[in-house]
């Protein structure tokens, strides 16, 4: 739903939750309880927002790297537990109409985030698959040995066989047949790696071939809209909390796809949040960015956003340009330009090695979270109709 939409809500969400509750309780409750209440999903809205602007606040260099992700998962997971105290809170409320329609939304999009969530685990170990070829790499072009042709053949081999396995699979055969030629490889050869590794690719999903991120994400966002103002009013407030945790975990998942190589990316996802929710313009900030860097020409056909993707296809291109240009015996200056080469890619291998183990477990705490969530919803759910 386009912002001009809003207009005619605007004043009703720029005001307070305690100045909606105070326009439909005026004298009629004990005004230290309505304070209680409304002070609650104020703190909430408040927390949310300072959490997105210190993930805003990044610089280029660390905005989509393996710590940024690893905090903005500590973020959502923060903003899922904080909910969940605030549906517990007011679990006399939650399952009455119109709240009820709300949080069964809510939990229906969460649920659709439990298959993101296991395609992500799936390419963070195709990484982690990547991480071992660039090992290879490194032990081949070690510091303490002589870099001599038969050290090169390996590296150049593990090379090769990590740029077939970085390929996004939206790049053309006419792309893929250029950069293996780039490596020396006979096109036979070439053709015979890249069947071979779709073959693999399709052992390692844990989703189906015909499943697509991309759709996941769209089913997320489906006709998600800023709560109107009865509505406020009507749930004491709380549609606004749901609201905000339905944004959140569209925009998390948005971005996890955005970073980590996954089935079908797509990052076609309409973010329309009305810029008077206080955490509004950071969320807003970091899609815009995202897209940006997914609009440079050196990031067009990555398969990943991630920082260190990024500097993982850099160096070993580099290093792979050197491996078919070079000539032996080496000169002294080319042998320093190798090792500084390898300096860098032993870097950004240390930086994966101690990022990705505590990611993955980041990302299966989220799945069990959601799950958890929802069950615990459900089954309040169930007493609660036991009962009527």
Request: charged share 25%; hydrophobic share 40%.
């Amino acid at each position: 739903m386009p912002a001009t939409d809003y207009q005619g809500l605007s004043a009703s969400i720029s005001r307070s939750i305690l100045s909606l509750r105070r326009d439909q309780i005026h004298s009629m409750e004990p005004t230290h309880e309505a304070s209680g209440h409304d002070l609650e999903l104020e703190a909430f809205q408040r927390q949310v927002a300072d959490r997105f602007l210190d993930l805003s606040s990044v610089g280029s260099d660390d905005l989509l790297s393996l710590s940024w992700i690893r905090k903005l998962l500590d973020s959502f997971l923060c903003c899922q537990e904080e909910f969940r105290v605030i549906l517990f809170n007011n679990r006399s409320q939650v399952y009455k109409a119109p709240l009820d329609r709300l949080i069964n939304d809510f939990f229906e999009r969460s649920v659709k985030a439990l298959d993101l969530c296991n395609a992500i685990r799936d390419g963070i170990e195709q990484i982690r698959e990547w991480k071992k070829l660039i090992e290879i790499v490194l032990c081949a072009l070690d510091n303490r040995r002589i870099l001599g042709e038969g050290q090169f053949r390996r590296a150049k081999k593990a090379l090769i066989d990590l740029a077939l396995s970085m390929l996004d699979e939206r790049e053309s055969t006419a792309a893929l047949a250029h950069r293996n030629r780039s490596f020396g490889r006979q096109n036979a050869a070439s053709s015979r790696d890249h069947r071979n590794f779709g073959h693999f690719r399709s052992l390692s999903w844990s989703v189906s071939r015909s499943w697509s991120a991309a759709r996941q994400l769209q089913a997320i966002g489906n006709n998600l809209a800023a709560p109107k103002a009865n509505e406020i009013v009507a749930t004491n407030g709380i549609a606004v909390a749901v609201y905000t945790m339905n944004s959140i975990l569209l925009f998390v998942m948005w971005a996890l796809v955005a970073a980590i190589p996954c089935q079908d990316r797509g990052l076609q996802v309409h973010f329309s949040i009305p810029r008077q929710f206080s955490w509004a313009v950071p969320i807003l900030s970091l899609h815009e960015r995202v897209l940006e860097e997914s609009r440079k020409r050196d990031r067009r056909n990555a398969c990943g956003l991630l920082r260190e993707i990024y500097q993982m296809d850099k160096c070993t291109k580099a290093l792979a340009e050197m491996a078919d240009s070079v000539q032996f015996p080496l000169t002294e200056e080319k042998e320093a330009e190798v090792r500084l080469r390898v300096q860098e890619l032993g870097k950004v291998c240390e930086v994966i090695k101690e990022a990705l183990d505590p990611l993955e477990r980041q990302v299966r705490d989220v799945f069990h979270r959601i799950v958890h969530s929802r069950t615990e919803g459900l089954d309040s759910l169930g007493r609660v109709n036991h009962n009527d």
